[in-house]
């Protein structure tokens, strides 16, 4: 079992950076695919970014492709997402997620029904 705690969220401006980072607890971090979600108010979770446990390939949703980017530190059981160039439709909650060595991860890294564990989320917000 793992437990994740989100940090770095915050209020920013549009055009702003902001870096978010998820500490797993446990010893098999680095056997964990790793995915951060949001959901903003009145709205579904949806995917955002994810990378693998094993070769540390990396997904992104179209609307983050080139201005976030996904990576993990398994020396640290800490996972990152680096957000550039916020746009106020980024403003949502953000959520860590961990699956412990997922099974044809490629086909369902975007799943919120993929992951078994998650963090409590941190806000994002951007203003305009």
């Known amino acids: 079992q793992v437990q994740l705690v989100e940090s770095g969220g915050g209020l920013v401006q549009a055009g702003d950076s902001l870096s978010l980072s998820c500490a797993a607890s446990?010893?098999?971090?680095?056997?964990?695919?790793m995915g951060w979600f949001r959901q903003a108010p009145g709205k579904e979770r949806e995917f955002v970014a994810a990378i693998s446990w094993s070769s540390g390939r990396t997904y992104y949703v179209d609307s983050v492709k080139g201005r976030f980017t996904i990576s993990r530190d398994n020396a640290k059981n800490t996972v990152y997402l680096q957000m550039n160039s916020l746009k106020p439709e980024d403003t949502a909650v953000y959520y860590c997620?961990?699956?412990?060595?997922?099974?044809?991860?490629?086909?369902?890294?975007?799943?919120?029904?993929?992951?078994?564990?998650w963090g409590q989320g941190t806000q994002v917000t951007v203003s305009s």
């Open positions: 446990g010893r098999t971090f680095s056997s964990y695919g």
């Open positions: 997620a961990a699956q412990y060595r997922p099974a044809n991860y490629a086909y369902t890294y975007y799943k919120n029904t993929g992951y078994s564990y």
